[in-house]
């Protein structure tokens, strides 16, 4: 008989800003493909202006992800290691692997200059501590999901898949994306995160705050004295349009004092080609 999810405790990343850090930026949920160049251009247009001293990105950058040795071979995800790498040369770029682009590699992550970040992490903000997730693993309702998860997330599960041809691997995610459609389609009702293990996540990490995507449903929730802010998606080729940047940043107690602070405030940016 499986865990109860709701009372195992979660085995978390830990990511410390060092005192440098003033501007912390969360993005998810690009859903990057080559069929979407309105949403592409905005997030290279992001990545390229943006002053932030790290960007973490929560998940699901790509649409979808079958193997590092699929990006070799096409100019559209090169293009996106470019606008990786570039960043990553001026600003801390973490990822965090979501439910379409869990099979992101750490060679492909390294040829970027990007870092891994564990789903959980928990990143510590001066006095704050917050905790970061895709988010899918918080959505037990959706049953079908989390066992296709559970097998999926299993590392022999993941290296008999890679070994699979490359055509193969490319014909099984063109099946799952035209099986999400049809549920979008059909108006089924996708599960949000269970209030019960957020709140058990946040005890175990000794957080105020959890931070995650997955849902594409943006909003700030109020848990007790705790709260869940949720990612927006990017979309610019379709309704609804949004681009939004989850902006962290520090603040200080005296202006003659950089140096003492007591929290780091949120704010949500609308991203446009105008924007810093």
Not at 108 to 121: E, H, N
Not at 157 to 182: C, D, H, T, V
Not at 234 to 261: C, E, G, I, M
Request: hydrophobic share 40%.
């Amino acid at each position: 008989m499986s865990a109860d999810p709701r009372t195992t405790p979660p085995t978390l990343g830990r990511l410390t800003a060092p005192a440098a850090w003033h501007t912390v930026d969360l993005i998810s949920d690009l859903h990057l493909q080559v069929s979407e160049q309105a949403t592409f251009e905005a997030w290279h247009d992001y990545m390229a202006r943006t002053t932030a001293d790290a960007v973490l990105i929560l998940g699901d950058l790509f649409e979808v992800w079958v193997g590092d040795d699929a990006a070799a071979q096409d100019p559209f995800l090169q293009r996106c290691a470019q606008v990786l790498r570039q960043t990553a040369q001026r600003a801390h770029v973490g990822f965090m692997p979501g439910n379409r682009d869990f099979l992101v590699g750490p060679d492909f992550l390294s040829a970027c200059g990007v870092q891994p970040l564990t789903d959980p992490t928990l990143i510590t903000l001066g006095q704050q501590r917050i905790l970061l997730s895709h988010g899918d693993a918080l959505c037990l309702d959706d049953k079908p999901y989390q066992a296709f998860r559970l097998q999926a997330r299993n590392p022999q599960w993941q290296q008999a898949f890679l070994a699979k041809p490359l055509a193969e691997r490319q014909e099984f995610a063109r099946n799952l994306r035209a099986l999400s459609e049809s549920q979008k389609h059909e108006g089924m009702t996708f599960a949000d995160a269970d209030l019960e293990m957020s709140l058990f996540w946040l005890a175990q990490a000794g957080a105020d705050q959890l931070i995650h995507g997955h849902t594409h449903r943006p909003a700030d929730h109020a848990l007790g004295s705790a709260v869940r802010h949720v990612l927006s998606d990017w979309s610019l080729d379709h309704a609804p349009l949004r681009a939004q940047v989850f902006r962290l940043t520090r603040h200080t107690d005296t202006a003659d004092n950089p140096f003492a602070y007591n929290d780091w405030r949120s704010e949500r940016l609308d991203w446009n080609r105008a924007q810093a």
